[in-house]
Structures are given as structure tokens and as C-alpha cells.
């Protein structure tokens, strides 16, 4: 099983709800959530973001981030980084900071295959975002307006607007994310 469904399921059972009942507070169906669950399916960086809120946690709660092994250092080598791939089509986030229970903000590297998007819908959550093109072209949507950034460009915006994301450029976009609060 997956970790991400592992945690998910134990979370979930702790609180005692059915999968019925979370499945639908989470909009999805039952059948997609046992799938998450027993780790057939990887749920979207939307769908594992409300997962997440409806389980009161974080979605690095949900990737095993706060199960790593306990230590002091402030520094996230490279080769540590915890990854979660699959999040969308031909994306790739890397948390870049150690688990921490009383951070403010995560930063997070993302990585986009061209094309490669949030998904059709915009979503919103509660906090802000800061967003810096590190390689290649990302389009942010924000309400209805549209923001192409290239390399080193940056935005700022309310994590309550209506936002989605894609890579429109013909080559991988690398980008750091930085939400506050923690969501992931």
C-alpha cells in the first residue's frame, strides 16, 4: 500500500468516519477513494489538498513528511527531499524544508512537464502564494485573468482567488512555491 493512502486511511479511521461519508466531504467517489487508500490511485494536488482539509492536516502529513527521522538540522539536503509524484499529469513537488510542526510558510519546488497543468478547473484554499520561475514558462490564472511568467519572474497572490497553473513553454518548467500556512 502507498504511503499517501496508508496515512490517509489511518487518519480517517481515527476520526471515525466511513469511506462513504469522507468520499463525499472530499468529492470524490467512494470507489476512488478505496483506490487512494490501497494505494491503486494516486489522488491530484486538488483533490489531495481537500483530503487533507477535511482530515485537518497538512498534505506533507499525508506524503509521510513529519514521519521522517527526527532531527534538529535546519538544513534539507538534496538527496533527502521528500518527493510526490503523480500529483498531476507531469508533475513533480519536492518539499524543500524539514518537518517542522510550527512552521509559517512551505516551500516547494515544483516541476512541470510540458503541457503539464493543475488541472481544468481553478481551485482556492485559505492563505497566500509566492511563485518564482526558476527554467521555463508557466502560465498562473488568476479569476480571469491570465500571467505568463518565464525565468525569474515571480507573482504573489491570496491563496482565495481562483487560481490554476500549467506550463505552456516546450520544456520542462522548474518553479519554487511558497504557501502560507503550510497546506502541504
Known sequence: MDVIG??????????NITLRTFAKNADVSPSFMSQIE???ALPSLDTLK?????????????????????GSTPIMRS????????????????????PDPNKQMEPLL???????????HTYRHFGQEFVMVLKGMLEI???????????GDSIYFNSSTPHAFKNTGKE?????????PPTF
Not at 6 to 15: A, C, F, G, V
Not at 50 to 70: P, R
Not at 110 to 120: C, R, V
Not at 172 to 180: H, L, N, S
Open 6 to 15: 496508508i496515512n490517509i486511511k489511518r487518519l480517517r479511521e481515527d476520526k
Open 172 to 180: 520542462e518548467t522548474e518553479a519554487i512555491w511558497v504557501i502560507t
Open 110 to 120: 515544483f516541476k512541470l512537464d510540458p503541457k503539464a497543468s493543475s488541472g481544468s
Open 141 to 151: 490564472t488568476l479569476n480571469d485573468a491570465v500571467y505568463v511568467l518565464k525565468t
Open 38 to 40: 490501497t494505494g491503486k
Open 79 to 98: 538527496a533527502e527531499r521528500k518527493h510526490l509524484d503523480r500529483i498531476g499529469a507531469g508533475i513533480n513537488m519536492y518539499m524543500l524544508t524539514s
Open 50 to 70: 481537500k483530503i487533507a482539509n477535511c482530515l485537518s492536516t497538512t498534505v506533507g502529513n499525508l506524503i509521510g513528511e513529519n514521519q521522517a527521522a527526527a
